[in-house]
Structures are given as structure tokens and as C-alpha cells.
């Protein structure tokens, strides 16, 4: 486990992509809290969400940083470093009210 992360350079000001997490969105599953790429804006799931989707979506796009995207959070993770970082001075504002299907 590093120190620090390295990748703070793929940090970007993104439009998220979804709502809610993309995948679960369109097949109508439920999800634990969301992880916004900060490379992209994809929307995904965490991992205590029954599909992983924002840990897929690494995996699949190799982009390491990810935002905690439930209000009010303000927190990232580098998934190469395996180090939380502080984004509150450059938190992505919710596009609306998170949809739910519990
Ligand atoms: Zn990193
Ligand atoms: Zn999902
Ligand atoms: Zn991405």
C-alpha cells in the first residue's frame, strides 16, 4: 500500500453520467452507495452493492479514481494506490435527488 497516490492528475471536473448507478438504473437493481469516476463520470455501484459496478468499471477502463457520490461525502479513492483522498475543495454536486428502488 502506498503513501500517496500518484494519479491525482486524472482527476477531472466531470458531469455524472447517471443518477444513480448506470447498470443498476437500467436493470432495475439496488445498490448500497455510489462511486462517481472522476476520469469520466461514470456512475457505478460500491462493493457492498450486490454488483460491484464502479469496481467492473475500473477494471474495464483502468481509471483509478473514484468520488464517494451519496451526499454529502467529499471523499475519493485511488484503486491503484489503495489510498483515500480528500476531494472537499472539488466535490461533484449531485445532478438531483437519487432515485432508489428499495
Ligand atoms: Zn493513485
Ligand atoms: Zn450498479
Ligand atoms: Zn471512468
Not at 4 to 29: F, K, M, Y
Not at 45 to 52: I, K, V
Amino acid at each position: 500500500m502506498a503513501d500517496a497516490c500518484t494519479h491525482e492528475d486524472s482527476i477531472r471536473e466531470v458531469t455524472p453520467s447517471a443518477r444513480g448507478c448506470e447498470e443498476c438504473l437500467n436493470t432495475r437493481s439496488r445498490w448500497v452507495h455510489l462511486r462517481l469516476c472522476r476520469t469520466c463520470g461514470h456512475v457505478g455501484c460500491c462493493d457492498d452493492s450486490p454488483n460491484r459496478h464502479a469496481t467492473k468499471h475500473f477494471h474495464a477502463s483502468r481509471h483509478p479514481i473514484i468520488e464517494g457520490y451519496d451526499p454529502p461525502e467529499g471523499w475519493g479513492w485511488c484503486y491503484i494506490d489503495e489510498v483515500m483522498l480528500d476531494l472537499s475543495d472539488r466535490a461533484t454536486p449531485q445532478l438531483g435527488p437519487i432515485p432508489r428502488y428499495v
